[in-house]
Structure formats: structure tokens, C-alpha cells
């Protein structure tokens, strides 16, 4: 079983209708259809993405298929262990308490 992970990604352009359910579902990324998504509005600019078994460029490839440009990509979640205070590039230890 792959991780669920969670992103954040700045967006810029007009999102084509009917685009964030097909975000959510209905698109295909390297030849494959890919499984539900769960997506959603953070704030005007930045979509919210809780996926598995993401694959490099995916976001980004999901996203111009619905009109939107990805200005930055941030991986906020891996499993159940938050990374908002990591540092970009940089890893920490898991806590006694923590579990994927």
C-alpha cells in the first residue's frame, strides 16, 4: 500500500470548467488512468492534492490539462507526519510518537 501525500500547489491561469472534478477524476498521466484524487481550493490560487503513488511532474501535467499553470509545488504530508517545519531539502527523524 503507497502513502497517501499531500501537496499544495500555487496555480496560476483560468481553470477550465468542470476542472476541479476532473482533477479529482477522469485524467491520465504517462498513458495510465489515474485513481480518484482528492482535491480541493486551499485559497484563490493554491489547490490542495491528497494523492498516492505520485509520480514526478504529475501535478503540473494534471494541471495544464484544466487550463492552470503550477507556479510552486510544497509537499505538506507524508502519511500521517506533517512537514511544515522541515526545511526544503532537508529531513528529520521521525518522533517515538510518530507513524506513517
Do not use: D
Request: proline share 6%.
Amino acid at each position: 500500500e503507497t502513502l497517501e501525500q499531500e501537496c499544495i500547489a500555487e496555480v496560476a491561469g483560468q481553470i477550465a470548467e468542470g476542472g476541479l472534478q476532473k482533477l479529482g477524476h477522469g485524467l491520465s498521466f504517462n498513458g495510465r488512468a489515474l485513481p480518484p484524487i482528492k482535491v480541493s481550493w486551499q485559497n484563490e490560487t493554491r489547490l490542495r492534492f491528497a494523492l498516492k503513488g505520485i509520480r514526478p511532474g504529475q501535478i503540473p501535467t494534471m494541471c495544464e490539462a484544466v487550463g492552470l499553470r503550477v507556479l510552486s509545488l510544497r509537499r505538506i504530508r507524508i502519511g500521517r507526519v506533517p512537514l511544515a517545519k522541515v526545511p526544503e531539502g532537508q529531513w528529520r527523524y521521525l518522533q517515538g510518537w510518530e507513524r506513517f
